[in-house]
């Protein structure tokens, strides 16, 4: 008994470091250029899927496409038909003393959605979250969209939100869907998290 007691709390423990060991590996957009958020602070790389998967972890039925057919025009991931598909990526957001430290709790999370649903089922979804990727935590929740409410069509989405809970922290942008059908199109895009003054 002691054994198997020991043998599952080890496990546990390998677990947990293998989670903990997985870091962001990729460099924030960083500062954005232009007059209307000067002084904002993008955490996320690669952005518009410009150089293809490139930071990000794709799973399931998701693909990177670039052919116009999302209403951004711009590149994209789309989720294919399966009960689990997404993507990932790790960020750091700097603590105080680290490069890049942001002394603000102040937070805004952009995201294009296209949700094309012939079927109009609640079934198929897609959810965003913001978790603590050493442990697992759910850090902030930023939205889920379903195929019975319209389509979100790109429109100007964001969440703005204050949240001291992300900083110093891996943080995971999770990105998951279930797609119960082959001529449902849920396409993301333009996913960034920005650090506001």
Sequence with gaps: MRKTISLMAT???LALLTAAGASATCSPDGYCPYNGCIGWFNWTSNTY???GASCWTLYGNATVKNDGLM??????????????????????????????????????F????????????????VMIGLYDN????LLQWI??????????????????FHNSSLIGKNVRIDVQAR???????IRV???ALWQKP
């Design 71 to 108: 209403c951004t025009g711009r590149p994209y991931v789309q989720v294919g038909q399966g009960l689990s598909s997404g993507f990932q990526q790790v960020v750091h957001v700097a603590g105080p003393g680290e490069p890049n430290y942001q002394s603000s709790d102040h937070f805004e």
């Design 179 to 185: 797609n119960l059908y082959a001529d449902t199109k």
């Design 11 to 13: 496990v546990v423990v």
């Design 189 to 191: 895009s333009g996913l």
């Design 143 to 160: 939205t889920s969209v379903t195929g019975s409410q319209p389509d979100p069509n790109c429109g100007n989405t964001y969440l703005d």
């Design 110 to 125: 952009d995201y294009s959605i296209q949700f094309l649903d012939p079927h109009h089922d609640a079934w198929d979804i």
């Design 134 to 137: 050493n442990t697992g935590a």
């Design 49 to 51: 899927f410009f150089n």
